[in-house]
């Protein structure tokens, strides 16, 4: 992580090193403390109401006190990467740039580990500042297979957790589903995929649902820890997370999964690797 009192790297020289992106992190550094203050509430008014968009946000923020407008509140949501779960039009034109790849979860019924693998990023607010967090998840199981945390919303980090899940997995799932974030159709995430041997699979069209079990997880999570706790830095907030989600693998029953935990579904016999 960025050290910005480092006796002997600069911001820039660290930025470069870690392959941060800076003009990310310039960003996130001009952000006052109202606006933290604000994306704070939008994050917990957005786990509370995940359908609501800006102008129901703005009305709710206004209710507690925030003299804020639309365009205040899109703009904090951009730099949060919240949106509305909701199914909508297609109204943006497609980046040409951007290789298509095609919708291969229609229709089909996902009924053993390894088989889908998904990842979603949350903003994470702190007592000062606020997080990124990136987790990959087992579609069948609900396992989480790996996470990691950045200061910036960069595919660096990304990457790193993609590296790991197929690590502690020891092999990578036959099809990679996510959704078209910029950091999961860049050319490093895709060519990494790839790599792995597994197939990309991109949402389709009104596939709103489909990070919905990483969206209950980014739920239980702040509602269970993140909101109580207000992690004061990065070291502290690493260390709860470890712990939750640990939790939430080995002792969190599903009823889905006739009450058995996300790990004992994924991986039965003991002595495999963990999400770290």
């Known amino acids: 992580m960025i050290e910005k009192n480092h006796p002997q790297l600069s911001i820039r020289k660290q930025s470069a090193m870690l392959g941060i992106n800076r003009n990310r992190l310039e960003t996130a550094e001009r952000i006052s403390e109202e606006d933290r203050a604000i994306m704070r509430a939008l994050d917990e008014l957005h786990v509370r109401w995940p359908v609501y968009g800006a102008r129901k946000l703005v009305v709710e923020l206004r209710k507690r006190g925030w003299k804020v407008g639309r365009k205040r509140v899109r703009q904090l949501m951009r730099i ?96 990679f589903n ?34 919905i079990f990483i969206e209950r997880l980014w739920r239980s999570l702040k509602c269970e820890d993140i909101y109580l706790k207000d992690y004061c830095n990065l070291v502290e907030l690493e260390a709860g997370v470890s712990r939750w989600i640990t939790d939430y693998n080995r002792e969190r029953i599903h009823q889905h999964h006739d009450y058995a935990t996300p790990w004992s579904v994924y991986r039965p016999q003991p002595g495999l690797a963990e999400a770290a």
């Open 80 to 175: 949060m990467g919240l949106a509305a779960v909701v199914p909508k039009p297609r109204t943006s034109v497609p980046d040409k740039n951007h290789r298509k790849y095609p919708y291969l979860l229609r229709d089909r019924e996902v009924t053993t580990p390894d088989e889908v693998g998904c990842a979603d990023i949350t903003y994470i607010p702190m007592g000062r500042g606020f997080a990124y967090l990136v987790a990959i998840m087992d579609w069948h199981s609900r396992a989480v297979l790996s996470w990691r945390i950045s200061n910036t919303a960069d595919t660096r980090f990304c990457l790193e957790a993609l590296g790991e899940a197929v690590k502690v997995a020891g092999r990578a799932p036959d099809i």
């Open 178 to 211: 996510n959704d078209q974030g910029c950091q999961f159709t860049s050319r490093e995430w895709v060519a990494a995929v790839e790599e792995t041997g597994a197939r990309v699979s991109m949402d389709g069209k009104g596939r709103w649902m489909d990070n």
